[in-house]
């Protein structure tokens, strides 16, 4: 073997066995259209992965479909550790989400807004503290997607910051509102946000 062959197949080995790992563990969950109206929630909602590195974070996005290519009600959720993307969990149960509605020019955007979102809350830059988010969430409508954080808690301080921070990382303009719903109120018609932005 010579040089040149040991030195290429150290390269390999060396790039292969790199990884860079994430903070935590996230989940990628997916909601399927209902077929049927018996199908409850969680007949709908399964999880497809899991992944702990930034290399099987770019596995899985290069083999899951884009969200412009998701059918009509269907969700993208990512979620730390084994939070389920559910009101009731535990972790959620206390909490609430910053929703956005995408819509518009930015309707073509949709694919890199959520990619922008995901690599946001995997890696730790909308939630400095890793104190508050629990995950995201892509919901395909008719007319539109909605966009929206989840979080462990409704305390306003650290919901502000993080909520600014989201809104840039939307591309949202002044007139459009990112707001924050308690999970509390999820069942009232028409609720009113707690917080906008």
Request: net charge negative.
């Amino acid at each position: 073997m010579s040089a040149d062959e040991v030195a290429q197949k150290l390269e390999k080995t060396t790039l292969n066995s790199v990884s860079h790992p994430l903070n935590t563990k996230w989940t990628l969950w997916y909601t399927k259209p209902a077929i049927d109206k018996s199908e409850s929630w969680s007949d709908l909602l399964r999880p497809v992965t899991s992944f702990k590195t930034v290399e099987e974070f770019w596995a899985v996005q290069q083999n899951v479909p884009e969200p412009r290519d998701l059918p009509m009600k269907s969700d993208y959720h990512v979620f730390r550790n084994d939070i389920r993307p559910e009101w009731e969990d535990a972790a959620n149960a206390k909490g609430g989400k910053w929703s956005a509605q995408i819509r518009g020019n930015k309707h073509s955007e949709i694919n890199q807004l959520w990619l922008k979102a995901v690599l946001s809350v995997i890696g730790e830059t909308v939630d400095e503290d890793e104190s508050e988010v629990n995950g995201v969430v892509l919901s395909v409508r008719k007319g539109n997607f909605k966009i929206a954080l989840w979080t462990k808690s409704e305390s306003k301080e650290p919901l502000q910051k993080i909520g600014a921070r989201f809104k840039k990382i939307l591309e949202l303009e002044d007139d459009e509102h990112l707001d924050f719903f308690p999970h509390s109120i999820a069942n009232v018609k028409h609720p009113q946000p707690a917080i906008s932005l």
